[in-house]
């Protein structure tokens, strides 16, 4: 079974999102070694290996380096940890979500290089500065690139000539189970109705002016808020008595909150680093065949404007939960089989089938050759990368 190395800035034990759904499925195909970004540790610095599935290895160096991710500074000591990761001789793939780590393709020889770009990581709150630079060597060098949705194959596909776009996909099966309002989580039996939901990272991304005006606006709604809040100060959030902050939770418990839910949110501020983000949850939510409502994201709005509600203004927005939970039991059974159509189309198990056969079918280029013909002494630079994939 060929090995499959994943660089990856999320950490595997973090939300249950794209990476996951992937290498879960993947992993029928290839042993996987899912590489995180360092942590910091006073002791020397060691690689924790930790079995999460089958063929599934999480690879978590530990690093006195203070800088966090993939930076350059923690570039040497990761080289180090990481050159016994595949036996001599042994050609693994390589498959980046970030392309902060591309350096370390120095000494593993892949066979083939992938690049899965599921968010535009420059646009986020404190992106490294090289991004960008090691983003245009990793397009040079990638044998194949995946986009997490549209927006980002617009923004990717004329800068590489084997790019996909796969947007974000759904376990059906798994979110269907909230059609059974039995389910609801218990941890939410003390919140009155009409409860409007969100689950997932609280960040930059998170509308949180938004979510406090519809507090505001009805203080009977109950707003339950799942997930961590990350990058972001959690005095800035709302504090309303209506407001409900339930905190990370897996993603085995999503549906039994769902199940409990009248309407769900897709509160997404406006701004560059929601310009390209393609929500996976849009798709779990019509899983459970509950009224959804969206800021205007162009991978909600384009693809699903015609089953979830899009509103450009806060007012829209809080005027648009209205007219969900006020739907007729008619418009409500017309609105679930338009879901059941959508989400018929697609999954992670089909998603990963895809990718796997277009990496099977990859032809390896030349370019990683020449990235280590001229990088054989130290790690290289982000404009030595630069250079060395231009000129491929």
Not at 42 to 48: C, I, N, S
Not at 307 to 327: K, M, P, T, Y
Not at 334 to 348: D, I, K, L
Request: overall charge negative; charged content about 20%; glycine content about 4%.
């Amino acid at each position: 079974m060929p090995t499959l190395i994943v660089f990856c800035h999320l950490r595997w034990d973090f939300v249950f999102q794209r990476p996951q759904h992937l290498m879960t499925r993947l992993a029928q195909h290839y042993k996987i070694l899912f590489v995180e970004e360092p942590m910091h540790t006073d002791g020397e610095a060691r690689l924790e290996k930790m079995e999460v599935a089958d063929n599934i290895t999480v690879c978590r160096p530990h690093t006195p380096i203070h800088q966090w991710g993939f930076h350059d500074d923690q570039l040497p000591t990761l080289q180090v940890l990481l050159a016994d990761l595949v036996p001599a001789g042994e050609k693994p793939i390589v498959w980046f979500y970030t392309p902060m780590a591309l350096p370390l393709l120095q000494g593993l020889k892949p066979s083939k290089v992938i690049y899965d770009c599921m968010d535009e990581l420059a646009m986020f709150k404190n992106a490294p500065k090289q991004l960008l630079q090691r983003e245009s060597a990793l397009l040079n060098i990638a044998d194949v690139v995946f986009t997490g949705g549209p927006s980002l194959y617009q923004s990717k596909r004329d800068r590489h000539a084997n790019a996909h776009c796969f947007s974000s996909s759904v376990d059906a099966g798994h979110f269907r189970q909230a059609q059974d309002a039995a389910i609801s989580h218990p941890d939410q039996n003390h919140i009155a109705h009409p409860r409007l939901g969100f689950y997932g990272v609280i960040d930059e991304r998170f509308d949180v002016d938004l979510v406090s005006s519809m507090a505001d606006a009805h203080p009977e709604w109950q707003i339950v808020l799942v997930g961590p809040v990350v990058k972001i100060d959690p005095a800035t959030l709302p504090k309303q008595a209506n407001v409900h902050y339930m905190g990370q939770r897996t993603y085995n418990e999503l549906p039994q909150f769902l199940a409990g839910w009248d309407v769900c949110l897709l509160p997404f501020a406006i701004n560059d680093s929601t310009k390209f983000i393609s929500p996976t949850k849009v798709l779990e939510y019509m899983a459970a065949e509950l009224p959804s409502v969206s800021t205007p994201i162009t991978d909600v709005k384009v693809p699903y404007g015609d089953v979830v509600e899009i509103a450009e203004s806060h007012a829209d927005f809080i005027a648009a939960c209205e007219r969900q939970l006020a739907l007729t039991p008619e418009a409500r059974a017309t609105m679930a089989a338009r879901m059941r159509e959508v989400v018929a189309g697609t999954s992670w198990d089909l998603t990963a089938r895809s990718m796997h056969e277009l990496i099977e079918s990859a032809v390896r280029s030349n370019k990683v050759e020449r990235f280590f013909a001229s990088n054989q002494e130290a790690v290289p630079s982000t404009p030595d990368l630069v250079a060395v994939a231009n000129a491929g």
